[in-house]
C-alpha cells in the first residue's frame, strides 16, 4: 500500500537546467510534506518542507509545489548543479501528532556537467 | 561533528544470531526513530521515542527491540536474525515530538547470510 509515490526512478539533466522531481500521494490526511536529499553511504538530509496551507515555498534555488486537489506535489531545482546529484525522497505527514514520515521510494538525479 | 552516528556501519552476521546497532545524538534532540530501508528502497519507520519514552511502535517483530538509556542515544537489538532482515538501518532524531524535520544517521547495512 503505497501511501507516497515517486513514479519516476529516475532523472537526468544538464547542468544550468531545472530539475522537476515528482511525488503523488493517496492519503487525502496528510498535511505536511517534506523533500529528503541522499548521497550514497550517506543518511538523508532535510531540504525543503511545505504545509498543506499553502502551495508554494522556496528556498534559494529549490521550490516546492502542492497542488492539493491533485495529491501531487512536485521539488523544482533550478539551476541544477552536478552537486545536486542525489537520490531525492518525498516524506509526508498525516499531521496527528504522531511525527510518523511516510516516504516515497526515491527519484535518483543525475545532474551532468 | 557528527550530529547523529551509528555503529557499526556494516554488520555481516548469520541467522539466529542476535546483534545491536547503536545510536547517539549530539543534537540536544528530545526524539528519535529507527528506520528500516529494504531492497525495495522504501524507507519505514520502525519505532520512535520521545525522551526516553516508546512512542511509536510499527509493526515489527518482537526480535527487534529498541532501548533508550537517554535521550542522546537509542540502541536496536535484534534476536535470532534472519535473512528477510538484511536492510539499512537508520537511526534519525528530531528537536522535539512534533517536529517533522528529521536528522538522519548514515545507516547500518545489516547483511544476515
Known amino acids: 500500500d503505497q501511501q507516497v509515490k515517486q513514479n519516476s526512478p529516475s532523472l537526468s539533466v544538464q547542468e544550468g537546467r531545472i530539475s522537476i522531481l515528482n511525488c503523488d500521494y493517496t492519503?487525502?490526511?496528510?498535511?505536511?510534506f517534506l523533500w529528503y536529499k541522499k548521497y550514497p553511504a550517506e543518511g538523508p538530509t532535510f531540504l525543503i518542507s511545505?504545509?498543506?496551507?499553502?502551495d508554494k515555498n522556496e528556498d534559494g534555488r529549490f521550490t516546492v509545489f502542492l497542488n492539493k486537489s491533485a495529491k501531487h506535489l512536485s521539488l523544482h531545482i533550478v539551476p541544477s548543479q552536478p552537486g545536486d546529484s542525489a537520490v531525492y525522497f518525498c516524506a509526508a505527514s498525516d499531521g496527528s501528532g504522531s511525527e510518523k514520515l511516510v516516504f516515497g521510494k526515491g527519484t535518483k538525479l543525475t545532474v551532468n556537467p | 561533528d557528527t550530529a547523529v552516528s551509528q555503529t557499526p556501519k556494516y554488520l555481516v552476521t548469520q541467522m539466529g544470531n542476535d546483534k545491536s546497532i547503536k545510536c547517539e545524538q549530539n543534537l540536544g534532540h528530545d526524539t528519535m526513530y529507527w528506520y528500516k530501508q529494504d531492497s525495495k528502497k522504501f524507507l519505514k519507520i520502525m519505532f520512535s521515542y520521545n525522551n526516553k519514552e516508546l512512542i511509536i511502535n510499527e509493526t515489527v517483530p518482537n526480535r527487534f527491540s529498541p532501548k533508550s538509556p537517554d535521550k542522546a542515544h537509542l540502541n536496536l537489538h535484534i534476536n535470532s536474525l534472519e535473512l528477510g532482515d538484511s536492510a539499512v538501518y537508520f537511526c534519525?532524531?528530531?528537536?522535539?515530538?512534533?517536529?517533522?524535520?528529521?536528522?538522519f544517521g548514515p545507516g547500518t547495512r545489516l547483511t544476515v547470510t
Open positions: 534519525a532524531s528530531s528537536q522535539r515530538w512534533g517536529s517533522y524535520e528529521q536528522y
Open positions: 492519503n487525502s490526511m496528510f498535511d505536511y
Open positions: 511545505i504545509s498543506s496551507i499553502k
